[in-house]
């Protein structure tokens, strides 16, 4: 399996940190394996895999990241003849667990509290609740990339790159930082932002809530689109999600009004 991942590996992952956790992904699994050279794989082999996994504390979430990676992997051996047919790579039933969001005042207070300890800081969470934007993305943001009122992030999970119109703060927060380095946040150290980020949860009294990180400012845009009434698939482009289904997790903020469709049926509809 190591084998494979030398040699194909650079053919199926971009350098960068999600080709760093596949890697981990293909390690563990390599290692639970109690047979190391194959030349084939077949369906015991995968549920073995996928029960110790699951005998090991992991969520369905994760055993379907890890099997994902396996999959690509093997797919590409198969499909140079490395090994022999492949099994079913059925996903495991994941949980719709609950997101977490940051209401206005939640916002306010934290932010507050980050102000306190870098005003740098602070215009990087405005930017990222403004933006949507993943903390790496934000981060390897570079001059050239800021015209006018968009932002284009080419460092994206996805491997594309995507543009997004930026709020007034959003602007103000990079105009802020102007003279700064390659990029606005250049430099910035992302241990250091995340021990600031734990500090100020503890300052405004939110110490205990461990699904607070800074993932959640991502989150948070995509709530407040949803809750303002933006349709799913505009959503699913702002966020850059490969599928509509990664973007579906926010679907149920929407609001329930129904009455809200009554005036386009009531201007298409014939006189009675």
Not at 41 to 66: H, P, W
Not at 73 to 100: H, Y
Request: aromatic share 8%; proline share 3%; charged share 25%.
């Amino acid at each position: 399996m190591i084998t494979l991942l030398d040699r194909y590996g650079d053919t199926l992952w971009e350098a960068g940190k999600h080709r760093n956790n596949v890697t981990g992904f293909i390690h563990d699994l390599y290692a639970m394996m109690p047979q190391k050279e194959f030349a084939s794989f077949g369906q015991e082999m995968l549920d073995e895999l996928v029960n110790n996994l699951r005998r090991r504390g992991n969520s369905n979430a994760t055993i379907n990241r890890k099997i994902s990676a396996l999959s690509k992997l093997l797919r590409k051996a198969s499909k140079m003849g490395d090994i022999g047919p492949l099994p079913d790579f059925s996903r495991q039933k994941e949980k719709a667990g609950r997101i977490r969001f940051l209401e206005s005042n939640e916002e306010e207070r934290l932010f507050g509290a980050l102000r306190e300890t870098s005003d740098l800081y602070y215009r990087l969470c405005i930017f990222l609740v403004d933006t949507g934007a993943r903390l790496g993305e934000a981060l390897g943001l570079r001059w050239n990339d800021l015209q006018g009122q968009m932002a284009t992030f080419w460092i994206t999970k996805s491997g594309r790159s995507r543009s997004v119109p930026m709020t007034r703060r959003a602007q103000e927060a990079i105009a802020a930082s102007r003279g700064r380095g390659l990029g606005p946040f250049y430099g910035i150290d992302q241990q250091q932002f995340r021990a600031a980020w734990k500090k100020a949860k503890r300052q405004v009294g939110l110490a205990h809530d461990e699904e607070l990180v800074p993932h959640v400012l991502r989150h948070t845009c995509a709530s407040r689109l949803v809750r303002g009434g933006i349709d799913i698939r505009r959503v699913q482009m702002w966020l850059g999600h490969q599928t509509l289904q990664m973007t579906m997790r926010y679907a149920h903020l929407a609001s329930q009004d129904l009455a809200v469709c009554l005036p386009v049926l009531e201007r298409q509809g014939a006189p009675a």
